[in-house]
């Protein structure tokens, strides 16, 4: 297939959504991020970058944390709901308990941890509203799959609404980092608390455990991405909190807040449409074509990542070394904006192929976590050395490791399988697809 015909194939199921729909949930968000994107300049020039370090590093350290807590249900969700005849009440029951029994264990280590740190609560409400919001993240995906969009919608124009409160206070009532953060922090609580019984929820005891294991085991994979990125953006926030670059952080903040009304918009766009593409990559015969399309785009990672690491690197020192001085906002902004292509790219061949089948599915996490696991070592020793221009060239380095490993997946798998390759089939279809045993054991078709 062509890429023409490729982009067409992509334009016709995308138009098959309402416009209606998805303009007033990505409108809403935006707002929101657009908000908290604000709040961290007026708040920098409020506080002044030193006070500010320590609310920065508070959000920054514990953000992996909301995706921690939700590992992949909101996905799961959108994927396994829309396909359950019977067990939707059930799905929908796990996918709240799920996240609420990782928010204990995660609110445990927070404690643990803000305890023994510099800023003690502001440490400790750092974590609880990542985890809150992951919380959050997850309920209204669950309102937004059983057809209530505009609980999504009114859910951050009210976060929306908190932000500016709070910011509001910084700025006219003298109020500090704890503070703010405790608005915040409270509002996402009490919307998690009216969110909740307001799903079509079942008895615990009648969730089945088939549906326990296949449920979990899907939503383990798919989260894998998210908590990767995660876990080694919180590590460079961890570092350089420990480091002589503390300042930075400030600056690192900022520049990802900012970048997160691209971002997060994009892969909000990416959620709304999840449902129709993992039937449409499953079944469609522009699935294969979709495939080696991923896989074209890996090899282009591959080929271009070392070479603009490179880059990067001898320019980040030039300029350090120009200006006698570490990395300031415009050097961090410009290495972020820089990564954004490969960002942009690793979650649309991310997104294809967790909805491709079993082999690409299962590549995709191992390449996250293989990702995760090099920038995470080499986090180590550059984040300490150089600060702030260390972490942002590891981030780039976890989507080079995670295109070649799932490169390396794909090899050996053709070497070594090449029999029968219409039997294979997704985890996540395993759990959905309409065989009469599955549904027996109370699996949803």
């Known amino acids: 297939m062509s890429l023409s015909k490729f982009v067409e194939s992509a334009r016709l199921l995308i138009s098959k959504l309402s416009i209606r729909t998805i303009l007033p949930l990505v409108g809403a968000r935006a707002v929101y991020r657009v908000g908290m994107a604000l709040s961290s300049v007026i708040l920098i020039v409020e506080w002044g970058k030193d006070e500010f370090a320590g609310y920065a590093l508070a959000i920054g350290t514990f953000g992996v944390l909301s995706f921690v807590t939700t590992m992949g249900v909101e996905k799961s969700a959108l994927k396994l709901i829309p396909r359950a005849r019977y067990t939707a009440r059930q799905l929908t029951t796990l996918f709240v308990l799920l996240p609420a029994l990782l928010s204990a264990a995660c609110a445990l280590g927070v404690v643990w941890y803000g305890l023994n740190s510099d800023y003690p609560l502001l440490m400790i409400m750092g974590g609880g509203l990542a985890i809150c919001g992951g919380v959050n993240q997850v309920l209204v995906g669950l309102h937004r799959v059983h057809g209530r969009p505009h609980r999504d919608m009114i859910n951050y124009l009210l976060l929306f609404v908190s932000v500016v ?127 080696e399309r991923a896989k074209y785009w890996l090899k282009i990672m591959l080929i271009s990542g070392p070479p603009y690491l490179v880059l990067v690197a001898v320019g980040g020192f030039t300029w350090e070394a120009t200006t006698g001085a570490p990395a300031g906002p415009v050097l961090i902004f410009l290495l972020y904006l820089s990564s954004v292509p490969f960002f942009l790219l690793i979650g649309t061949i991310n997104y294809l192929l967790e909805n491709h089948d079993n082999t690409s599915f299962i590549s995709t ?74 549904e027996r054991n109370g699996l949803p078709r």
Not at 167 to 184: E, K, N, R, Y
Not at 186 to 208: K, Q
Not at 225 to 248: K, M, T, V, W, Y
Request: proline share 4%; net charge positive; glycine share 8%.
């Open 165 to 291: 409160v709070a910011v509001a206070c910084a700025v006219f009532g003298g109020l500090g980092p704890v503070g703010v953060m405790g608005i915040m922090l409270g509002s996402v609580f009490v919307a998690n608390l009216i969110l909740v019984p307001t799903l079509p929820l079942t008895r615990v005891r009648n969730i089945r455990k088939p549906l326990v294991w296949s449920s979990i085991r899907a939503s383990a994979l798919m989260s894998a991405d998210e908590i990767a990125g995660s876990a080694i953006i919180s590590l460079g926030f961890l570092l350089i909190g420990h480091s002589d670059f503390r300042s930075q952080a400030a600056y690192m903040y900022v520049v990802l807040e900012s970048s997160t009304f691209m971002m997060a918009g994009f892969g909000y766009i990416l959620r709304i449409l999840q449902p129709r593409i993992s039937v449409y990559m499953h079944r469609s015969d522009s699935a294969a074509a979709m495939f």
């Open 365 to 438: 996490a191992a390449g996250s976590m293989a990702g995760m696991i090099g920038a995470c070592a080499v986090s180590l020793a550059l984040v300490p050395w150089i600060g702030a221009l260390g972490a942002m060239l590891t981030w780039a380095l976890a989507d080079i490791i995670h295109a070649a490993t799932i490169l390396l997946i794909f090899r050996y798998k053709r070497k070594t399988t090449l029999s029968a390759p219409a039997a294979e089939t997704s985890t996540v279809d395993s759990v959905c697809r309409p065989v009469d045993t599955f």
